[in-house]
C-alpha cells in the first residue's frame, strides 16, 4: 500500500520549524549585540577607572551626565560632611548584615553631592560608634549614578520611615530636603584600611556570558533546522 507524504502535517511543522528558527536565530542576533556593547562597556569603565583624576562635574555639567560618558569616572571634590544628614543604606557584604553609609559634602558653591563613604557592618551602624570627619575634606573616588535595582530579594525603598535599599540619589536627596544636589554619587576610595566605614568597594567587573548566551540559540536554531530535516526525510521514507 502506497502512502502519500501528510501534506497538513508537513505543513504545519514546517511554519512552526520557520517560526522558531526564526525566534532562536533572532536571539542569538540580539545576544551578538549585547556582546558588542558589554565589551565596549568594559573598556570603557576601565579607562575611566585608571585614568587621571578629574574634577567631579559642577552645577553647569550636571544636565549632560549620563551613564554612557560618566559613571565610573575617576573624580576628586572637596567641601564639608554634613555628618548629621547621613543616610544607611542595608546591604550584604562580606561582614554579614551591613550598611552604606551616605555623607551629603557641601561644596564651597552650596551644592551637595552624596558620598558613599564606604561600608559598615551592623555593629558600627550607630554614627556614635564612628569618627565622623570634620573640617574642609577632600574626596576622590568613583562618579555612579542612582541605582535602579539593588542586591537580590532586597525591599523597596521606604524614604518616609528613612529606610533604604538602594542608592537612588533623586529619592534620597529630596527627602533630605537639598534643593541643589548633584545628580550622582561618589563611591570613595579607601582611606583607612582600619577604621569605618571602609570605602573602595566599588564592584567595577562585568559578567559578560552574552557569547555563550548567543551560542546557544543559535545551536537551538540548528536543532530546529536538524528536526525539521529528519521529519521530512521521515515522511518521504514513508510515502515511498
Known amino acids: 500500500m502506497t502512502r502519500s507524504i501528510r501534506w497538513p502535517l508537513t505543513i504545519i511543522v514546517t ?21 558588542a556593547w558589554k565589551t565596549d562597556l568594559i573598556a570603557r569603565v576601565d579607562a575611566r577607572v585608571d585614568a587621571p583624576v578629574v574634577a567631579a562635574p559642577g552645577l553647569q555639567d550636571w544636565p549632560g551626565i549620563t551613564r554612557d560618558n560618566s559613571e565610573y569616572r575617576h573624580v576628586t571634590l572637596s567641601g564639608e560632611f554634613l555628618n548629621d544628614q547621613e543616610v544607611q543604606i542595608y546591604v550584604p557584604s562580606e561582614y554579614g548584615p551591613s550598611y552604606w553609609i551616605m555623607t551629603p559634602l557641601k561644596r564651597d558653591d552650596g551644592t551637595i553631592v552624596m558620598v558613599n563613604r564606604g561600608v559598615v557592618p551592623e555593629e558600627f551602624k550607630d554614627p556614635a560608634t564612628r569618627t565622623a570627619p570634620s573640617g574642609l575634606q577632600t574626596v576622590n573616588g568613583l562618579l555612579r549614578l542612582s541605582e535602579d535595582q539593588a542586591w537580590l530579594f532586597s525591599q523597596d525603598n521606604r524614604p518616609e520611615e528613612q529606610t533604604w535599599y538602594r542608592r537612588d540619589i533623586t529619592s534620597i536627596t529630596q527627602t533630605l530636603g537639598f534643593t541643589q544636589a548633584a545628580p550622582y554619587f561618589v563611591d570613595q576610595e579607601l582611606v583607612d584600611p582600619q577604621s569605618w566605614p571602609r570605602g573602595g568597594k566599588t564592584v567595577v567587573s562585568f559578567r559578560n556570558s552574552h557569547l555563550s548566551y548567543a551560542l546557544t540559540w543559535f545551536a537551538l536554531a540548528l536543532l530546529v533546522v536538524l528536526g525539521w530535516a529528519l521529519f521530512l526525510r521521515h515522511e518521504r521514507n514513508r510515502a515511498e
Open 15 to 35: 511554519l512552526v520549524a520557520l517560526i522558531g528558527v526564526a525566534g532562536f536565530a533572532s536571539l542569538g542576533i540580539w545576544q551578538v549585540k549585547r556582546l
